[in-house]
């Protein structure tokens, strides 16, 4: 009989995360993990079998077998294009230097 190997599964949203520690048996897949794990049903709307998975911040294949210590990580869908973000962020920070820049504008009094 071989040991058991303990690993956690996380998932967190903006104002709740949950780490679950379990035991599970050598071989065992990333996705066989969070699927034993139970997470889903401490989350509404979490869809397991369609969410990308990470070992320690690392993508991996959901087929990646389990080393002793991982820690599987349920990945949301971004929110937005981090490109495109970007893109927006150094726009509107290139419109502050040039109205910082500006001369003032001189006013006439009578």
Do not use: C, W
């Not at 949203?13 to 990333?30: C, F």
């Not at 066989?32 to 294949?61: C, M, N, P, Y």
Request: proline share 6%; hydrophobic share 45%.
């Amino acid at each position: 009989m071989s040991a058991k190997l303990a690993i956690e599964v996380a998932y967190a949203l903006p104002a709740k995360q949950l780490i679950l520690k379990l035991e599970v048996e050598p071989g065992t897949t990333a996705i066989e993990a969070v699927r034993q794990s139970g997470i889903a049903g401490h989350f509404s709307g979490l869809d397991i079998e369609t969410s990308k998975l990470g070992i320690f911040g690392k993508a991996v294949a959901a087929n990646t077998v389990l080393q002793p210590h991982d820690r599987v990580e349920i990945y949301r869908p971004l929110q937005a294009d981090p490109k495109l973000a970007r893109r927006n962020r150094a726009k509107q920070n290139a419109a502050r230097k040039v109205r910082r820049k500006a001369p003032p504008v001189a006013v006439r009094t009578r």
